[in-house]
């Protein structure tokens, strides 16, 4: 098991940065892929970002990309989300999870794949 607690969500205008944080306890952090998804009013949840349990290879959905990075530091059992250039349309809750892969480094970017979730955090972006 491992426990997901994210933070660092609020209200921003346009064109301003946020940083998320997810922390994870439980196990041992560097064994998981960790993922970022968001979920807006009446959407379905969208995969934001993933990052390898190494942290060596990442991936973002393409409405982030070239704006959003996903980090993470495992001495801290901690993984990031630098969201710059914030647009109204990335006004959702967000979601950190976490999947076990065993020994492979390497990323999911669907729901299904994560076994555990956070409670996730408000990200307001007002235009």
């Known amino acids: 098991q491992v426990q997901l607690v994210e933070s660092g969500g609020g209200l921003v205008q346009a064109g301003g940065s946020l940083r998320l944080s997810c922390a994870a306890s439980?196990?041992?952090?560097?064994?998981?892929?960790m993922g970022w998804f968001r979920q807006a009013p009446g959407k379905e949840r969208d995969f934001v970002a993933a990052?390898?349990?190494?942290?060596?290879?990442?991936h973002s959905g393409d409405s982030v990309k070239g704006r959003f990075t996903i980090s993470r530091d495992n001495t801290k059992n901690t993984v990031y989300l630098q969201m710059n250039s914030l647009k109204p349309e990335d006004t959702a809750v967000y979601f950190c999870?976490?999947?076990?892969?065993?020994?492979?480094?390497?990323?999911?970017?669907?729901?299904?794949?994560?076994?555990?979730w956070g409670q996730g955090t408000q990200v307001t972006v007002s235009s």
């Open positions: 990052i390898s349990r190494s942290g060596g290879i990442t």
């Open positions: 999870a976490a999947v076990d892969l065993g020994w492979r480094d390497s990323v999911r970017t669907k729901q299904k794949d994560y076994d555990y």
């Open positions: 439980g196990r041992t952090f560097s064994s998981f892929t």
